[in-house]
């Protein structure tokens, strides 16, 4: 019997790499020609420029070390709420203006266009042994040491050495959400920047290789094994190369960068991989950086920004359904409540979804199932925020004279939460009972918001089901400090304005220090100026509480 000779995937690159590379460009031509900016990597008047500083940095980490690092701030940031953060090594290359990459300058246009958060970015030079720094910074004697060594060193040097100084000495606000935090390279620069999040997923969600060196410098290419054989990391990873890169003793480099996305793919990674005919030049990763940025900042900006800002609002009381349940304890025993439920704009079979329990303030409290769809509600169900988020938004109400929590909310400090549940709270956990048995919800993605009176709810409703939702978000709220540390394991976000005169900041001041204390964090926002209506900033802003919200998962 006759068998075909079996040729397996890496033979069959090879192959195909072989027959293919011959044809794709003449020995006379420029293969990174092709390869030209776009218009979002030009100045453009109107656009606010941020400012770029530069430092030297001497380092213990990797000792008897000097590298320069800069620091760019966009216009936009204020310093209210943690900004997030963007590392990228070889610093000269990625922050010149007159370069191939120009990072700067696509940092200022996609922010101003709301495609890119309020994001600092930190440029840093490989460390050079010596009096004074090589006059090529490509050619820093400790750069492969760094770069190219597979171990958490340069991470931690990043992480535990420089982005504290630089925050200290910049009086920067910083994010330590791994999903705020991305890290790039180019060449050695680009696997450097993918071990920095391999090795510590919980400091870098986001990686960004051009012309990546995943060979053997110093055992980079074992990384397609380690990827196949490693639980999967929760780590988002865009990688470009060309197909004219390096070829040489360490390696085949556009070969190692598709065994690289081969292997992401195989285990279900958040990858994407732009392959070009380029050779080891930052041209492409250059022309492509807008568009890359774009795809690792997807879940940080409100979707369809491109909307007219102007288009008719939509009425909540138009996309909330309005439901009813019989409450079955309590001195409402067998009364009827009305509540609200927005389902996601249109509901795949199969499909779960997030959920997301909105308790409003005391203004809102009645009968009339409408009034609690102010603020967050009304904002949820606007086209632009509704198609980014397709999600369920739960919206029961108080009644008239009473509270989520029988307690003064005006304490300057903290209150006595009572030991039981009040009713109104019993009952809007059997609506949300309900509404998780009967509708498709995500488990792993249920939320908790509330604003004043409901922002004491929700730091009450959460301490009482610490394993159900996986973020909370309290804005202008108080709570019982003395049951805060329950919530250690559950991302929190925290806003008061510091003028507030209804419910004290110092309430908010205090519930985050005992949450700390009791081995939790959350993000705190302090709005400088700000009366009791800190609801509106806190919900309203682009890149803040709601994207937060939900990029949040339980595990």
Same mark, same amino acid.
């Given at each position: 019997?006759?068998?075909?000779?079996?040729?397996?995937?890496?033979?069959?690159?090879?192959?195909?790499?072989?027959?293919?590379?011959?044809?794709?460009?003449?020995?006379?031509?420029?293969?990174?020609?092709?390869?030209?900016?776009?218009?979002?990597?030009?100045?453009?008047?109107?656009?606010?420029?941020?400012?770029?500083?530069?430092?030297?940095?001497?380092?213990?980490?990797?000792?008897?070390?000097?590298?320069?690092?800069?620091?760019?701030?966009?216009?936009?940031?204020?310093?209210?709420?943690?900004?997030?953060?963007?590392?990228?090594?070889?610093?000269?290359?990625?922050?010149?203006?007159?370069?191939?990459?120009?990072?700067?300058?696509?940092?200022?246009?996609?922010?101003?266009?709301?495609?890119?958060?309020?994001?600092?970015?930190?440029?840093?030079?490989?460390?050079?042994?010596?009096?004074?720094?090589?006059?090529?910074?490509?050619?820093?004697?400790?750069?492969?040491?760094?770069?190219?060594?597979?171990?958490?060193?340069?991470?931690?040097?990043?992480?535990?050495?420089?982005?504290?100084?630089?925050?200290?000495?910049?009086?920067?606000?910083?994010?330590?959400?791994?999903?705020?935090?991305?890290?790039?390279?180019?060449?050695?620069?680009?696997?450097?920047?993918?071990?920095?999040?391999?090795?510590?997923?919980?400091?870098?969600?986001?990686?960004?290789?051009?012309?990546?060196?995943?060979?053997?410098?110093?055992?980079?290419?074992?990384?397609?094994?380690?990827?196949?054989?490693?639980?999967?990391?929760?780590?988002?990873?865009?990688?470009?190369?060309?197909?004219?890169?390096?070829?040489?003793?360490?390696?085949?480099?556009?070969?190692?960068?598709?065994?690289?996305?081969?292997?992401?793919?195989?285990?279900?990674?958040?990858?994407?991989?732009?392959?070009?005919?380029?050779?080891?030049?930052?041209?492409?990763?250059?022309?492509?950086?807008?568009?890359?940025?774009?795809?690792?900042?997807?879940?940080?900006?409100?979707?369809?920004?491109?909307?007219?800002?102007?288009?008719?609002? @939509?009425?909540?009381?138009?996309?909330?359904?309005?439901?009813?349940?019989?409450?079955?304890?309590?001195?409402?025993?067998?009364?009827?409540?009305?509540?609200?439920?927005?389902?996601?704009?249109?509901?795949?079979?199969?499909?779960?979804?997030?959920?997301?329990?909105?308790?409003?303030?005391?203004?809102?409290?009645?009968?009339?199932?409408?009034?609690?769809?102010?603020?967050?509600?009304?904002?949820?169900?606007?086209?632009?925020?509704?198609?980014?988020?397709?999600?369920?938004?739960?919206?029961?109400?108080?009644?008239?004279?009473?509270?989520?929590?029988?307690?003064?909310?005006?304490?300057?400090?903290?209150?006595?939460?009572?030991?039981?549940?009040?009713?109104?709270?019993?009952?809007?956990?059997?609506?949300?009972?309900?509404?998780?048995?009967?509708?498709?919800?995500?488990?792993?993605?249920?939320?908790?918001?509330?604003?004043?009176?409901?922002?004491?709810?929700?730091?009450?409703?959460?301490?009482?089901?610490?394993?159900?939702?996986?973020?909370?978000?309290?804005?202008?709220?108080?709570?019982?400090?003395?049951?805060?540390?329950?919530?250690?394991?559950?991302?929190?976000?925290?806003?008061?304005?510091?003028?507030?005169?209804?419910?004290?900041?110092?309430?908010?001041?205090?519930?985050?220090?005992?949450?700390?204390?009791?081995?939790?964090?959350? @993000?705190?926002?302090?709005?400088?100026?700000?009366?009791?209506?800190?609801?509106?900033?806190?919900?309203?802003?682009?890149?803040?509480? @709601?994207?937060?919200?939900?990029?949040?998962?339980?595990?």
């Amino acid at each position: 019997m006759h068998r075909r000779p079996f040729l397996n995937p890496i033979t069959i690159l090879l192959l195909v790499f072989i027959v293919q590379l011959p044809s794709s460009i003449r020995a006379d031509e420029n293969p990174d020609e092709i390869y030209e900016l776009s218009q979002e990597s030009q100045r453009h008047e109107g656009v606010p420029r941020g400012d770029v500083t530069m430092h030297v940095w001497n380092s213990t980490v990797f000792e008897d070390t000097t590298r320069e690092y800069y620091v760019y701030v966009p216009k936009q940031y204020d310093g209210t709420q943690p900004a997030c953060v963007m590392v990228f090594q070889d610093a000269h290359s990625y922050v010149s203006e007159e370069g191939s990459v120009r990072a700067p300058v696509v940092f200022d246009n996609l922010i101003h266009a709301g495609d890119l958060p309020v994001t600092v970015g930190i440029f840093i030079n490989p460390g050079h042994k010596g009096d004074e720094q090589p006059e090529n910074r490509w050619r820093a004697n400790n750069r492969s040491f760094e770069y190219d060594t597979l171990s958490d060193q340069y991470a931690r040097f990043v992480v535990q050495e420089l982005l504290p100084h630089i925050a200290r000495d910049q009086n920067l606000n910083l994010s330590t959400d791994p999903a705020d935090r991305a890290i790039c390279g180019a060449s050695s620069g680009g696997i450097c920047a993918f071990t920095a999040a391999w090795t510590h997923p919980e400091w870098f969600g986001k990686v960004l290789s051009h012309i990546g060196s995943f060979t053997n410098i110093r055992g980079g290419h074992a990384y397609p094994a380690l990827i196949r054989k490693t639980e999967r990391k929760p780590i988002r990873v865009f990688l470009q190369d060309g197909e004219n890169d390096l070829d040489n003793k360490r390696g085949n480099w556009w070969l190692a960068n598709l065994e690289m996305a081969a292997a992401l793919k195989f285990m279900n990674y958040d990858y994407r991989f732009v392959a070009g005919q380029g050779s080891h030049s930052q041209r492409h990763g250059g022309a492509i950086l807008p568009d890359s940025l774009r795809w690792l900042w997807r879940d940080h900006t409100v979707g369809n920004l491109k909307r007219p800002v102007d288009e008719a609002p @939509v009425a909540a009381v138009d996309v909330f359904e309005d439901r009813t349940l019989k409450f079955t304890g309590g001195r409402y025993k067998d009364e009827t409540f009305h509540y609200r439920l927005m389902p996601p704009p249109n509901v795949q079979e199969g499909k779960e979804y997030p959920l997301v329990l909105f308790l409003h303030g005391a203004g809102e409290r009645g009968t009339d199932n409408a009034r609690q769809l102010l603020y967050f509600p009304q904002q949820m169900a606007q086209p632009r925020w509704r198609e980014r988020f397709p999600c369920y938004v739960l919206a029961p109400q108080c009644r008239e004279g009473q509270r989520w929590v029988e307690v003064d909310w005006g304490l300057p400090e903290t209150h006595d939460a009572p030991p039981e549940p009040d009713d109104q709270i019993k009952v809007v956990q059997q609506i949300l009972d309900r509404t998780l048995a009967e509708k498709p919800i995500d488990k792993r993605r249920i939320y908790l918001t509330g604003l004043s009176m409901g922002g004491v709810g929700s730091w009450d409703l959460a301490v009482r089901r610490p394993n159900l939702f996986a973020a909370v978000a309290t804005i202008c709220g108080g709570a019982d400090n003395s049951t805060v540390a329950k919530l250690k394991d559950v991302p929190m976000w925290v806003a008061h304005g510091d003028a507030d005169t209804a419910v004290p900041v110092q309430r908010s001041r205090l519930a985050v220090a005992a949450l700390r204390e009791g081995g939790g964090e959350a @993000v705190y926002v302090e709005l400088p100026g700000v009366g009791h209506n800190s609801w509106t900033p806190s919900y309203t802003d682009n890149d803040g509480l @709601v994207p937060w919200l939900f990029r949040q998962a339980r595990p």
